[in-house]
Antibody, heavy 120, light 109 residues
Framework: EVQLVESGGGVVRPGGSLRLSCAASGFTFDDYAMGWVRQAPGKGLEWVSSINRNSDNAGYVDSVKGRFTISRDNAKTSLYLQMDSLRDEDTAFYYC?????????????WGQGTLVTVSS | SYVLTQPPSVSLAPGKTARITCGGINIRTKSVHWYQQKPGQAPVLVIYFDTDRPSGIPERFSGSNSGNTATLTISRVEAGDEADYYCQVWDTNSDHPYVFGTGTKVTVL
């Protein structure tokens, strides 16, 4: 059974940093691209970032470019999101998700999410 | 960037058929995926590549895509289908490639 377990969320002041982790199991991790999707309280889904299988290509939504960094460790079957210079508008549940590839990639497995609250 | 528009809400009685639309310019040229999100839970993929169902998703869930509208159809709606539903496409020519729809809340009366 595929499992994605996020950790690292919490409360942080504006301008602060957090590092989210996602532990993957139940599948061959380095066969898949991975991503982060967030959801502000009461709002819709928003893609944040994704990374390919061997970490040589990553993408970010414009609002986090230069502040967030996605990475992965295939040996540890883990995905990470380093979040710096956090803003109030980054408050959200952050989901780790596995990418299914093809002509139109999407997300076929999701973690349970971790809540990031940015507040003074 | 590419925009996907969904109706905010759909309400219907049990046993009826729910049709949730996802509008986008020439969406028929893209493959659409659909996610179900129940309150307090993570999203679950229910339809991918317009019409395919992942293992474990009931046959009551089906999808179609034509013109400027993709549609998720839920036949014989049950109380357990009450959730938010999101469409999603891959926007090839964008550095913001994973595009989600605005979401539709399905309420079973």
């Amino acid at each position: 059974e595929v499992q994605l377990v996020e950790s690292g969320g919490g409360v942080v002041r504006p301008g602060g940093s957090l590092r989210l982790s996602c532990a993957a199991s139940g599948f061959t991790f380095d066969d898949y691209a991975m991503g982060w999707v967030r959801q502000a309280p009461g709002k819709g889904l928003e893609w944040v970032s994704s990374i390919n299988r061997n970490s040589d290509n990553a993408g970010y939504v414009d609002s986090v470019k230069g502040r967030f960094t996605i990475s992965r460790d295939n040996a540890k079957t883990s995905l990470y999101l380093q979040m710096d210079s956090l803003r109030d508008e980054d408050t959200a549940f952050y989901y780790c998700a596995r990418v299914f590839s093809g002509s139109s990639p999407g997300f076929d497995w999701w973690g349970q999410g971790t809540l990031v609250t940015v507040s003074s | 960037s590419y925009v996907l528009t969904q109706p905010p809400s759909v309400s219907l009685a049990p046993g009826k058929t729910a049709r949730i639309t996802c509008g986008g310019i020439n969406i028929r040229t893209k493959s659409v995926h659909w996610y179900q999100q129940k309150p307090g839970q993570a999203p679950v993929l229910v339809i991918y590549f317009d019409t395919d169902r992942p293992s474990g998703i009931p046959e009551r869930f089906s999808g179609s895509n034509s013109g400027n509208t993709a549609t998720l159809t839920i036949s014989r709606v049950e109380a357990g289908d009450e959730a938010d539903y999101y469409c999603q496409v891959w926007d090839t020519n964008s550095d913001h490639p994973y595009v989600f729809g605005t979401g539709t809340k399905v309420t079973v009366l």
